[in-house]
């Protein structure tokens, strides 16, 4: 009997064995190497790597580019989120409840449905790619060939240091909004209908409909919208590299910590240094997560 | 139990191990060097044999197929090795990733003889160098030529060759094709319009007016997206206003290096076209856009190097014609005269030490840098390669006869730089700087002094390796 279960703890073990190992091996031993190597003055092909203790650190402290790939990055963390989710909750809220009955969706809203999850099936360098022909800054780019037509002069939507950033923001929110209406939508199915139809009956419009019983009761799911689109801001790299001119340009105005720690890995071969911004941007995340744990901790209390 | 005899325990473990097995034999240091090739029984060297090739050994070639394609490789160099050396049996192969390719050859001790170590993922020069992989090719250069046995190689070839393909004071990397920059347009879109190529800068801004005023197409672009394609005549200016020493400054990051007055007079200059002359949207088209637009009759002219007339010849109209111009004079008193060039040999060859046959891969260079090879090279792909005189006589395609013509012209006059592949960092930050120049975003001083400033910062940085030229 006791040999029996034995057997069967090692049977299962086994079968755990494999996937901690992988774990292990790929995604723990990495990391942990990574802390190592940013403390080394490693270039990607000596087998011997020096040590040079917090040097790469204190380097980081000095290095503008790096800096301004941080700031992009916070500007992200609080617009992502914000414009995302106002524009997705718009359209959850009018394709289940904003129709004339109240409860209903408005007229079309199952292809529309649709039609605002299309971005999220295309890989993200399809989307960067795309939008790269779409913001041409001659007569062939999808937006500036209007109003060239109308004898506005174009818009250098990623040539134009001031406007490149806000052509990235906008491309990531057109990405990421399909997603979060689906998502609120099934928040919003959950919402028992008599709550809606009791306001109604009391009188409340669309517009009290939304904000006395759409947002508070969806508040949860804002939250993990919230801290989702958050990681996303800090971790955004593929959109940036494939899209704007100089994987992150012109003159450094969409950079982000992601592309720094590639440019400086893979194209100046100073894998130590890029180590050391991946231990920072690991910091940043990680600050993040923290807070915005606590934050919704306390807010769950108070619901 | 009759049940087959590998239990899941032995199954795990072997499979475990089997990945094991393959690192540990990925990483093994390199194998002991192969028995040289020359020890066993050394052929005798000769003036038709300097290098004392074994006529039986075979020769493995990879070749970067990139924007001039394996072609001239297999139909004109190698014929021409095999038409001396008929037993020795020549594997030819070609590839677009020649780090991933190659890399584990060198690693294991087992390179090939030539390797055309071209394009975005080609090996680290400096890296090969330094393990001591890369085979001296000072024989070559002391090697009677191909064509005439009283002539050494190092005489055939551009001076430029020799110091670009130096490493560690040892020659060893071979730049095959001249890349030769200045300004290209339409020979036939100038002389349609009487249009004249400018010899002054007052002349090239009256030519830009002139264009302009005939609304036939814009006068100036660059690829926007890519702005050292304009930081080239930029430096070339102003090596032109200032001499050499402003580039070799620059190279070897001394300090005022890029807020000498040369610099200024050139970014003033070039910032000025970008103010008025530029093709609409070009900040934001890449070079293919811009080029297209060209060969389109939308802009007359462009910043490039020789390599653009084989890269377009798709859009190409069969009339157009390329044609390349030098810089202008700028300001009357300039340090080097009229047609000074800037050119720079690419498509790098080089042979491995360590392989099995140095000697039959620096005799396949010595027939490459044949006139008869070089020719037909240039024929074949429309571009100069740096066998002096190996284009007379050619049928060449227009531009490259331009180019060529140019390049003759320039004679001692030429200049290149090297910071932009020796700090990268320094690169960036010019692409940068310079898109930035042109769109009006930053004063020609404050450019300069903005590209000072990090060159400042990389020389201070004792993290980045120093080169002097």
């Excluded at chain 2, 290209?184 to 002389?191: E, G, I, L």
Aim: glycine fraction near 8%; aromatic fraction near 12%; proline fraction near 6%.
């Amino acid at each position: 009997m006791l040999f029996n279960r034995y057997r069967r703890g090692l049977f299962i073990t086994s079968f755990l064995a494999a996937p901690v190992i992988l774990y292990l091996v790929y995604v723990i031993s990495p990391y942990a190497q990574a802390f190592y190597i940013a403390m080394t003055d490693w270039r990607g092909v000596t087998a011997t790597p020096a040590f040079v203790g917090l040097d790469n650190f204190v380097r980081l402290f000095g290095d503008d580019i790096f800096w301004k790939a941080v700031t992009h990055n916070a500007a992200l963390l609080v617009l992502l989120p914000l414009s995302t989710i106002v524009i997705a909750l718009f359209f959850a809220f009018l394709l289940n409840v904003g129709g004339a009955q109240g409860v209903t969706g408005i007229r079309g809203s199952k292809f529309y449905r649709v039609v605002f999850f299309f971005p999220q099936v295309l890989a993200v360098a399809v989307v960067a790619v795309l939008f790269q022909q779409v913001f041409r800054p001659d007569g062939s780019g999808m937006l500036n060939g209007p109003l060239m037509a109308l004898g506005i002069k174009p818009i250098g939507f990623l040539s134009d240091p001031d406007v490149a950033f806000w052509s990235v923001l906008g491309v990531m929110v057109w990405q990421a909004v399909g997603f979060y209406v689906v998502l609120f939508s099934a928040g919003l199915a959950s919402i028992p209908r008599d709550m809606f139809e009791a306001a109604q009956i009391d009188g409340a419009g669309r517009l009290s409909l939304f904000f006395r019983i759409t947002l508070p009761l969806l508040w949860d799911t804002l939250q993990v919208a919230w801290v989702y689109l958050g990681i996303l801001a800090l971790d955004v790299f593929a959109i940036v590299w494939v899209m704007t001119d100089q994987h992150g340009g012109p003159d450094w105005s969409t950079t982000v910590m992601a592309a720094e720690i590639y440019r400086n890995a893979f194209q100046y071969f100073r894998f130590g240094y890029a180590s050391a911004l991946g231990v920072m941007m690991f910091v940043f995340i990680v600050g993040f997560s923290v807070l915005s744990l606590r934050l919704s901790r306390r807010e769950r209390i108070e619901y | 139990m009759p049940t087959p005899h590998i239990s899941r325990r032995e199954l795990l473990r072997g499979a475990a191990l089997v990945p094991v097995a393959g690192a540990l034999a990925a990483c093994a240091t390199p194998a002991a060097k192969p028995a040289a090739s020359g020890s066993a029984a050394p052929v005798a060297t000769s003036a038709a044999n300097p290098f004392g090739v074994d006529g039986k050994k075979p020769l493995e070639v990879w070749i970067f197929d990139g924007g001039f394609g394996q072609d001239y490789a297999k139909n004109i160099h190698q014929p021409l090795f095999a038409a001396k050396y008929p037993e020795v049996a020549i594997k030819h192969n070609a590839t677009k990733e020649i780090t991933k390719v190659l890399q584990p050859r060198f690693a294991g001790g087992n390179p090939p003889e030539v390797i055309d170590n071209s394009g975005a993922n080609a090996m680290d020069f400096g890296a090969l160098a330094q393990d001591s992989q890369l085979q001296d090719l000072t024989p070559l250069l002391d090697a009677p030529s191909w064509d005439d046995p009283n002539v050494k190689v190092r005489d055939t070839i551009d001076q430029a060759v020799i110091d670009l393909g130096t490493y560690d004071g040892t020659f060893s990397v071979l730049g095959y094709v001249n890349y030769i920059f200045g300004i290209w347009y339409s020979q036939k879109a100038f002389r349609d319009n009487g249009w004249e190529p400018p010899k002054t800068w007052d002349e090239f801004l009256k030519l830009c007016e002139t264009i302009k005023k005939s609304g036939k197409m814009a006068p100036f672009t660059y690829a926007g997206k890519f702005p050292q394609y304009l930081y080239e005549p930029l430096l070339t200016m102003a090596a032109k206003i200032g001499g050499n020493e402003v580039l070799v400054n620059i190279d070897n990051l001394e300090d005022g290096a890029w807020t000498s007055e040369a610099m200024k007079t050139s970014a003033t200059a070039w910032a000025e076209i970008g103010a008025k002359y530029l093709l609409e949207g070009t900040p934001g088209l890449d070079h293919v856009q811009t080029q297209t637009a060209q060969n389109k009759y939308k802009v007359a002219m462009l910043p490039s190097g020789s390599w653009l007339e084989n890269e377009q010849k798709t859009t190409t109209p069969a009339d157009f014609e390329y044609g390349m111009f030098p810089i202008p004079d700028i300001t009357g008193s300039d340090a080097m005269p009229y047609g000074t060039l800037h050119s720079q040999p690419s498509e790098n060859f080089i042979v491995p030490s360590r392989s099995a046959n140095p000697q039959g891969g620096m005799e396949y260079l010595r027939a490459m840098l044949s006139k008869k090879a070089a020719g037909d090279f240039s024929e074949l792909v429309k571009t100069v390669s740096v066998v002096k005189g190996a284009g007379d006589g050619r049928q060449l395609s227009p531009g490259a006869a331009s180019a060529t013509k140019a390049f003759a012209d320039a004679g001692q006059n030429v200049v290149y730089y090297r910071w932009q592949t020796w700090y990268a960092q320094l690169k960036d930050e010019a692409v940068a700087a310079t898109g930035e120049l042109m769109t009006g975003g930053l004063k020609p001083e404050a450019y300069l002094e903005r590209l000072q400033k990090k060159a400042d910062d990389i020389k201070k940085d004792s993290s980045v390796k120093k080169y002097k030229r």
